[in-house]
């Protein structure tokens, strides 16, 4: 997936988890953070803290490329 702004950083998230079948809560609870971070977070906010975007995408084993243009 093409990650290109913070609504395809939530899509991703909210993808990740369901395939884990894994609910907002428990995921918050996992994760160390509130169930309205997780809520935000998959609604692509882009004001999210991301520390704990990158917490929950290692948590739901999403890894992270750069790459130069």
Do not use: W
Request: aromatic share 4%; charged share 30%.
């Amino acid at each position: 997936m093409n990650i290109t702004d913070s609504i395809s950083f939530g899509k991703a998230i909210r993808s990740a988890r369901k395939r884990f079948k894994v609910t907002q809560k428990e995921l918050a609870l996992t994760a160390g953070t509130g169930l309205r971070f997780i809520i935000d977070l998959e609604k692509g906010k882009p004001t999210c803290q991301m520390g704990k975007a990158l917490e929950i995408a290692r948590n739901l084993g999403l890894r992270l490329e750069m790459h130069d243009s």
